[in-house]
């Protein structure tokens, strides 16, 4: 079996680890030569959009997926002529757009926050009217980890946010007074059959995530795999998807989805039955989905910017470290480090010395 990825960071290595095991060989497609994937398998080196490279990906591949969801949308379609993929270039459409992922989370019957489009400072004025404030202003595309999104709270504060838009298409949506972040994480077969990860609750930090920790049995947990039931049939999507949600007492609020593993998720490698990683391979090769079941009491943490001496890491009890294989820079996700703790009260403490160690090498 030949999986093409679009893509050769982090997540694409994360995939290939995880199809080793399955005799999966990879291909993958990325503009960076030293892009941290590529002593995987095959290096495609070239832009996501050259014809030679994407003819070539298709040929050796029996089905393309992807790590991120700012791969142009025409690129998935053309490859879907020549080849299978997963998840399908419309799902990858509908996530590259804010306004077009909201619309859609409406249409499903998924609730999200207070929205409107915004393509000028006046129009952003008159949607404050009926969004209220404090609100969030976001650019329409190419958002992640916190970027391309302005904080605003007073009149006096639409300038600036419209300006740190360059004049590109927004949306600006109210703001979400949340008890917590979650996430819920699922694959999805081409034959229709799930699998639902229990809910990650998450913290973020400068919009970037920094810890994520598995919720067995939690209330939301119905509720949420409702949410993401309805993404997928509605999609009909192959693949691992991530569910990102607000919690506002009884409620879940959708913030976005990704069409893809996630960050949220990288507990599962030790913390699982089955890795978001192996499932979402199972997923679109057709294979059966494995256990989502919990091991032990998983988390997740984070290193941002910097990377922690790997013995330091490594003397944390239960502590698994992923180092990326990516230079140390300011707000880059450089390595991140899961346990699998026997009880709540170990995994809280051995969290808290991660999070700490976290926090000495942050350079975001």
């Known amino acids: 079996m030949k999986v093409g990825i679009l893509g050769a960071g982090q997540l694409a290595r994360m995939i290939a680890l995880a199809g080793y095991p399955l005799g999966i060989d990879f291909i993958f497609l990325d503009p960076a030569k030293d892009a941290c994937a590529n002593t995987l398998g095959t290096h495609l080196h070239g832009d996501y959009d050259d014809p030679a490279l994407l003819a070539r990906l298709a040929e050796m591949s029996d089905v393309v997926t992807y790590e991120f969801e700012n791969v142009p949308a025409d690129v998935a379609h053309f490859l879907a002529t020549h080849t299978e993929v997963h998840p399908s270039p419309n799902a990858l459409a509908v996530a590259q757009d804010r306004l077009v992922e909201k619309n859609y989370f409406n249409s499903i019957g998924i609730p999200t926050p207070k929205f409107a489009p915004i393509e000028s400072l006046d129009e952003l004025s008159r949607a404050m009217e009926t969004i209220g404030w404090p609100a969030i202003v976001k650019s329409r595309r ?87 039931t309805r993404l997928l049939e509605g999609l009909d999507y192959a693949g691992v998807l991530a569910l990102e949600l607000f919690q ?117």
Request: hydrophobic fraction near 40%.
């Open 142 to 228: 190419m958002g992640y980890d916190g970027k391309g999104q302005a904080f605003v709270r007073t009149p006096e504060d639409l300038p600036k946010a419209w300006e740190s838009m360059t004049g590109v298409p927004a949306i600006v949506e109210a703001f979400v007074p949340f008890d917590r972040e979650v996430s819920i994480i699922a694959a999805r077969s081409p034959q229709g059959e799930i699998a639902f990860y229990p809910l990650s609750e998450n913290l973020h930090k400068g919009g970037i995530l920094r810890v994520s920790e598995c919720r067995e049995a939690d209330p939301m947990q119905a509720q949420a795999e409702d949410y993401v």
């Open 248 to 364: 506002v007492g009884g409620r879940l609020v959708a913030n976005e989805f990704a069409p893809r593993v996630h960050n949220s998720g990288h507990w599962t490698i030790e913390g699982a039955e089955t890795s978001q990683f192996e499932n979402h391979l199972r997923a679109i090769l057709s294979l059966p989905l494995g256990s989502t079941r919990p091991v032990g009491h998983p988390a997740m943490v984070n290193f941002i910017g910097g990377l922690p001496a790997t013995a330091e890491a490594l003397a944390v009890e239960h502590a698994h470290l992923h180092l990326y294989g990516k230079a140390p820079r300011k707000g880059r996700k450089v390595a991140h480090a899961t346990i699998r703790a026997e009880s709540r009260a170990q995994l809280s403490a051995q969290l808290k010395k991660l999070s700490d160690l976290a926090e000495r090498v942050d350079d975001s």
